[in-house]
Nanobody, 122 residues
Framework: QVQLVESGGGLVQAGGSLRLSCAAS????????MGWFRQAPGKEREFVAA????????YYGDSVKGRFTISRDNAKNTVYLQMNSLKPEDTAVYFC???????????????WGQGTQVTVSS
């Protein structure tokens, strides 16, 4: 069992930055692929970024490429999402997820966090 707790969300102006963190419990964190997804009101959940256990390669959704960076610290059981040049359309609840096997970019993850709200004002 893996428990995931996101933090770092908040309100930011367009063009600003935020860094999300996801702290994981469990001794096998280093073996999991970790992903970030987001869901805006009235929209389907969207893939944002993913990182395998070894830290590379990393994967990004088209809408965030070049602006967001995913990273992980296996010693701290934490995955991060650095979000730069934020836009109002980035406003959503951001979820952290973990999986042991499977394609990193697919939404079939084994464990999910409760989500953290990110709001970007124009």
């Amino acid at each position: 069992q893996v428990q995931l707790v996101e933090s770092g969300g908040g309100l930011v102006q367009a063009g600003g930055s935020l860094r999300l963190s996801c702290a994981a419990s469990g001794r096998t964190f280093s073996s999991y692929t970790m992903g970030w997804f987001r869901q805006a009101p009235g929209k389907e959940r969207e893939f944002v970024a993913a990182i395998p256990w070894r830290g590379y390669p990393t994967y990004y959704g088209d809408s965030v490429k070049g602006r967001f960076t995913i990273s992980r610290d296996n010693a701290k059981n934490t995955v991060y999402l650095q979000m730069n040049s934020l836009k109002p359309e980035d406003t959503a609840v951001y979820f952290c997820a973990a999986k042991s096997v499977g394609v990193a970019t697919s939404p079939q993850y084994d464990y999910w966090g409760q989500g953290t709200q990110v709001t970007v004002s124009s």
